[in-house]
Structure formats: C-alpha cells, structure tokens
C-alpha cells in the first residue's frame, strides 16, 4: 500500500516532521517493497489553506494512508473525502521516516477519529 | 472628489479628522466610515441610519450530479478554498474569497454562487443633511475587505461632490481596499517615534497606489521633530497642526465633534478642505 510520511528532509532517513500541512516533504513509500520517494510540500509556502492544499497533493500522489503527528479540520476533511487514513505517531521524541514506517507496519499507529488540532492554516 | 482619512494606528484622532473634514464640506458631502470592524464615525455625526442591506461573498456551491470532478476548480482557486478529492468536491467558507473565478471555469457549469452574509451596511443622512454610510462586520468574520468593498460601491442617495472616507487603522488590507480610487490621502499622525513608523507604513501604501498624500499632525507638541523631518524630507506636505488641547479631548469622550467642542477649528479644517482639493486639482490638470 502507498503510504506518505511527512517528513523535515528529502529521504527515508530524514526526520519525521509532526505537522502534516506544514511539513516540509512528504515521502511517499510502498508498505510492501520498502520502496520510496520524495516530495517537496507545495503548500509550505500558502498564506492558507495549507492543509487543504497538501491534502489534495498527497492524494495526486496516490497515497492510501498517511502517517503525520496532527491533522487540522480541514486536512482532515480534506483526506476523509479521498478516502486516505489517516494514521498518528504520537509524541515528540526525534525520529526518522523509517522508524515510522517500522511502527507503520508493525501496527502500532492509531488512526485519528478527529481534527487532532485546531488548524489555523 | 475622493479624500481618505487614514493613519497607521488606531487612537490618532483620524475619525475627528474626517468627520470634520465631512461637517465642513456641507450637504454635498457623503462620509463612509471604512472601519467596518469598529465603526465609530456615528458617535459623531448623529445620522439617522434608515437604510439597511446585508452583504457578503459569494460562496460557490457544487451540484454533485453535475460535477465530473475534473479538478478545474480546485487548479485555479489560489486560496485552496475548494478542492476536489477523489468522488469528492469540498469547498471551505472560511477559506473563500468569493472571487467567482471557480464558477465561471467550471466546464460543466457545476457552480452556483449563493450569498454567505458576512456584514451589514447602514446609511442615512445627519441633522446636518449630509450623507453617511457605514460598514459592519459580523462578529466573528475573517475578512474585512468585502465589506468595504460593497460600502463603497454602495449607491449613494444623492451625487455627492465630495466624499470622505475613514478608513480603518492600520496597514494591511483594509487599509489598501478603502484607498483603493481614492484621489487623496489625508494621514492622520502624532509627532511621536510611534507615530512616525506608522505614518511611514501608510506613505508606503498611498505611494504604490499613487495617490497624492498630505500629513495632518495631531496632538501638535507632544513628541519630537521626526514626523516633520521625514514629511520634508518626502516631500509630504503638513496641511493641518492640532495642538494638544484638553477641552478637545473631553469633547471627544463625551460624543462631540471636534467643531462642537471647539468652533475656532472651522476655517482651519475648510482651509485644510481648500488645500487638499487645490492639490488634487493641480495633480490632475490636463
Ligand atoms: S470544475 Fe466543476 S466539474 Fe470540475 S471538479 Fe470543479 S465543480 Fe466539478
Ligand atoms: S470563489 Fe474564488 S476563492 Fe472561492 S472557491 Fe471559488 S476560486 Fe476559490
């Protein structure tokens, strides 16, 4: 499954960036094969609607689940309606992409049931 | 002929400013105060506010059995106020600028516009007989700029000569939308440090639009020579000096107006009326 970790770099080691509308990239990598790519986030520079306009690129990307630390209402709206999970990993503690993705398949992500924060994007 | 009343800051004594300016110039004159967020031009002129409409954006809205979900709609909205998402197409109000750019590129005529109120504009004329019009803001609204867009394009009752319009503190939108036509920038500042960074970000704004400006300096005696240094300086012209003087202020802050209060400030401000429009008329001569 395509899978887009919001991530502060260009890589798998890059580390995981806890905002999702705001991060700087998205990686974008197959749950199966392990393999990935990387994309810079358009909507890092919008003066609004930032979660929106990141919502729609990672769904042009074809991701099916996202794994970020919050969503805003209207990111969460947003990937609600392109049918995209949207998974949490909790906590502050430094870590990269690949240790997400880890916890990703290991199943030890929640989903998030809500607008985890209140989004002024 | 359109005046401007603006200053960087709120507390300058801008509104005093204009709606002298509008007392002086008699029946021929329409005042709008701009400041659609905190409206307080009224508390001075008395009008008797006898018209009413509301006003807001235009907010698309999908027919989802028309929508085919293109994406046409959401590659041109520069606010990411309308996305489509799978079978899906989403538009966020608070995102939206009612621009109709959505609307008119839908190629299967998808959208339609419905009015989302956002304020309310209010007119009347004052004991005085002139014309006055404000702008109010829902509480809780984001956006200003509408508002004071549809105040001024709001038909007045009569052809006025004359229009003053207060604009909003500050220097942001707002500000930039009620200057926006205008023929003059009348500043309003205070001869203090703060004053003169403010009066600076204004200037900035009355330049790009290329709107002539003159300064009207309030509470004359207070601070240092800055703001004059700087209005030599750039050429800005001192049209008016107001003393700081107490029986103004407690005028002020029981309702009166400026020329209530103190009758001996009328020739000043038609002076300052006569200059601003010998200024505009030069600027504008063939
Ligand atoms: S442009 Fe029209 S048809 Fe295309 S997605 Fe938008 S609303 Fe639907
Ligand atoms: S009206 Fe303009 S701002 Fe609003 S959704 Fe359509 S394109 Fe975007």
Redesign the pocket.
């Known amino acids: 499954m395509k899978l887009v970790i919001s991530i502060a770099g260009d890589n798998l080691q890059s580390p995981f960036d806890a905002r999702f509308g705001r991060a700087a990239a998205f990686c974008l990598v197959d749950s199966d094969t392990g393999a990935w790519t990387a994309h810079a986030n358009p909507a890092l520079e919008a003066a609004g609607g930032a979660g929106v306009q990141a919502a729609q690129f990672v769904a042009g990307l074809g991701a099916r689940a996202v794994v970020s630390g919050a969503y805003g209402p209207k990111a969460y709206a947003s990937l609600s309606a392109a049918g995209i999970a949207m998974h949490l990993a909790p906590g502050n503690a430094p870590r990269t992409a690949a240790d997400v993705l880890a916890q990703f398949q290991a199943g030890a992500l929640n989903q998030a049931q809500a607008a985890t924060q209140d989004g002024r994007h | 002929m359109r005046i401007v009343v603006a200053s960087g800051k709120g507390g300058t004594g801008k509104t005093t400013v204009a709606t002298s300016l509008a007392l002086v110039g008699g029946e021929s004159v329409r005042c709008l105060d701009c400041d659609v967020e905190a409206p307080n031009a009224a508390l001075f002129l008395h009008p008797v506010l006898d018209r009413r409409q509301e006003v807001g954006i235009p907010l ?1 809205r ?2 989802t059995a ?9 590659e ?1 909205c520069q606010y990411h106020a ?1 996305a ?1 998402l799978g079978q899906t ?1 989403l538009v966020f109000p608070e995102l939206c600028h009612g621009c109709g750019s ?1 609307t008119r ?7 339609t516009e419905h009015l989302h109120v956002t304020g309310v504009l209010e007119g009347g004329l004052t004991a005085d007989g002139l014309e006055f019009a404000r702008g109010l803001l829902q509480v809780g609204e984001p956006m200003a700029v509408p508002v004071i867009r549809e105040l001024k394009r709001w038909p007045p009752l009569r052809r006025p000569a004359l229009e003053i319009w207060d604009a909003p503190p500050g220097a942001s939108c707002p500000v930039v939308e009620t200057l926006r036509g205008a023929d003059f920038a009348l500043l309003v500042t205070e001869p203090t440090p703060f004053g003169l960074h403010d009066l600076k970000q204004v200037v900035g704004i009355a330049r790009a639009l290329e709107i002539p400006a003159g300064v009207v300096v309030n509470r004359d005696g207070i601070g240092d020579q800055g703001v004059d240094a700087y209005c030599a300086d750039q050429g800005l012209p001192i049209l008016l000096r107001i003393p700081m003087e107490r029986r103004i202020a407690e005028g002020l802050a029981r309702g009166r107006s400026l020329l209530e209060t103190a009758p001996d400030y009328r020739p000043a401000f038609q002076a300052l009326l006569a200059a601003i429009q010998d200024r505009v008329n030069t600027e504008y001569a063939p």
């Open positions: 698309p999908v027919d028309l929508c085919t979900h293109c994406g046409k709609c959401a041109v309308i489509v197409t959505c590129l839908c190629p299967e005529a998808a959208i």
